[in-house]
């Protein structure tokens, strides 16, 4: 079964991009975006955005895990650890599906701080600060 986007547009709001012709932040809808339907330059779009990596699209992810409808995308999928890119407002949706459908263990990105994140595992999910590390030179 193929699967298409269809309205799905959280690739263009979760990543960061700085391409010479398109800068956009993390967590902001792009400017290109066309919400509900789709990219308005999706045939002049910058390499990041051609390359991107939708574990739900190329079918390693269950169908019921619709990025637009669970609040999350994957990428990379790997066989003991998936990393997921969750939209903050809907931690909650994120650990609601992860109890129903997953199985394994998973890293969530919820914000612009690399430094924080979140982990489900055995059917929970707890926040995590990393501590910073200084180095001296």
Same mark, same amino acid.
């Given at each position: ?6 309205g ?22 792009c400017?290109? &975006?066309?919400?509900?339907? *789709?990219c308005?330059?999706? !045939?002049?779009? +910058?390499?990041?955005?051609?390359t #991107?990596? &939708?574990?739900?699209?190329? *079918?390693?992810?269950?169908? !019921?895990?619709? +990025?637009?409808?669970?609040?999350? #995308?994957?990428?990379?999928h ?9 939209? +903050? ?49």
């Amino acid at each position: 079964m193929s699967r298409s986007c269809d309205g799905c547009n959280m690739c263009c709001y979760i990543p960061y991009i700085d391409e010479p012709t398109l800068k956009k932040e993390e967590w902001t809808m792009c400017q290109n &975006c066309d919400v509900g339907v *789709g990219c308005k330059i999706y !045939e002049d779009r +910058p390499k990041p955005c051609r390359t #991107f990596d &939708c574990s739900w699209i190329k *079918g390693e992810t269950p169908v !019921e895990w619709k +990025p637009d409808k669970v609040g999350f #995308f994957a990428t990379g999928h790997m066989e003991k650890v998936m990393t997921l890119f969750a939209d +903050p407002k809907m931690l909650y949706q994120v650990e609601r599906t992860l109890r129903e459908y997953g199985t394994g263990r998973y890293v969530i990105r919820y914000n612009d701080n690399p430094n924080q994140i979140a982990e489900f595992f055995d059917g929970s999910m707890r926040l995590i600060e990393i501590p910073q590390v200084e180095l001296s030179i």
